[in-house]
């Protein structure tokens, strides 16, 4: 089993608050992580760091055993980390097949290159209409990005993110205002990502859909992981009860 | 087909008229500045409001090297188009830095910056500008007028070429990714920085570019020239020609460019209509006449329901 990602200490503070407190976990390949917590527990915050998008105050992000700590968001993706976003991000004015294409340019952007090769032919479109179609998108291909719902919108975050090649995949709510059906439908995708060999890491309020897919879970409350296991564990760890129970009762999840 | 848009514009215009050939030469640089500007605002949506200063840029590098240094047009045009992209360059790395309403304010800056420098460094000239500036010599002929309306029909040609050449490049697509959504773009792959850098240098480049051309037709150049008015005369046209589109770039400064010569008695009040004409485009219709979701579009399709 290899280990794709090992995340030692990481903090994150901002203006006064830790977001993060030192957490420490590790992925091994082929397996999907729940990363889970009330709201403001630090999950997306962990997404950042991990990803680029903020630089850690300390501690060390190593992917596929190369340190990839504090690297530009750019240079992380092309290393093979892709994400998705909490706040669906899709690039409005452009055709969701053009959307997935500049996710597949991740190798011509680097020099002389970007500037010579074209992205209209016809082996980029084949490619990004393969990727829209394993996301169930290939439909909306030659639509605008800016008038498709949501549940459409989160899909193609995937398939941006599939676009990358990427060994490791950081999914933040993927679920969320989903339809039941549709929720069924990329849980489905995810598993089958599971099986193709992919890493997934899973951000996710949607307790019931995500247990059920998650190999391991690891939990973080105000900054700080406070357990780490199987999912059947986890689920009756007196201090998960609480942390969820004092964020919201109602939600039952568990 | 000029000597067909000639007699257009001698019915259009009334008595009295500018010179066709003046009018269609300026409309021309008008052109390649639009085109300039919608490679930097349009395809990255970089917001530029100090174009105007590179035209600037472009046309005293191309005046000093001539009437100088003895260089001919030709050298001194490439010059000129590089000392742009060079400035341009600069302001691509201030366009990292910060956010869309300071790069906005930065921009405007720039544009006084740049002239006050013109204007009170006696190496340009001064208040009285660098004049005497010489025509470009073609095969060791002096450059006419007919000669001028080729050279910035090429000068077009060579912008529009370039934004075309870009937008099916991969650069082209990083581009306007950035402009829908920097952290999607960076996410996906694309550098951020070298995008910003990229489409000011460009945009700059062709700025110069028809900066070396303007100097040597009006033989005759002045900081007051190239100032933040023209910087919002040039962002006005390609917004209500469409921003975004090479087309609506063009429609844009020929539609602006000709205006001010049919009804010259408004052509006073320029500055004003401009202005509020930009209010009404960004409220009303910020995709122009050409634009993807333009005026024209839209009252076309209506047409066909």
Known sequence: MIRILEVVGLTKRFAGITALDAVSFTVEEGQILGLFGPNGAGKT????????????????????????????????????LARTFQIVKPFRNLTAAENVMVALGHRHYQGRVALLGSWRGRTTRRQALDL???VGLGREADRKAGVLPLGMLKRLEVARALALEPRLVLLDEPLGGLSHQEMQATSALIAALRSEGLTVILV????????????????????ALIASGPPERVRSDPKVIEAYLGQDAAMGAF | MFIALEEIYRVVAGPEPYAFDTVATLVGIYCILTLGLNTITGIAGQISLGHAAFLGIGAYTSAILTTRHGWDFWPALAAATLVAAGAGALVGLAAIRVREDFLAITTMGVNFVVVAVFLYFPFFGGAFGIGGIPAPRWFGEPLGKPGFSVLVTAGVLVAL??????????AGLA????????????AAGVDVRAVKITAFTIGTALAGLAGSVYAHYLTFISAGDFGFPLSITILCMLVLGGIGTNRG???GAVILGVAPELARPLADYRMLAYGTLLLVLMRWAPHGLLGDEGLLGRALRRQRR
């Open chain 2, 161 to 170: 070429a370039t934004n075309l050449w870009l937008l099916r490049s991969w």
């Open chain 1, 132 to 134: 829209l179609e394993r």
């Open chain 1, 45 to 80: 915050t962990c997404f950042h760091c991990l990803s680029g998008f903020a630089v850690p105050d300390g501690g060390r992000v190593i992917f596929d055993g190369r340190e990839i700590t504090g690297r530009e968001p750019h240079a992380v993706a092309r290393a093979g």
């Open chain 2, 175 to 186: 581009l306007l990714a950035t402009r829908d959504d920097e952290d999607a773009a960076s």
């Open chain 1, 204 to 223: 996710e309020h949607q307790m019931r859909v995500a247990m059920a897919l998650v190999d391991r879970v690891v939990v973080l409350d105000h900054g």
């Open chain 2, 249 to 251: 770039a063009i429609a």
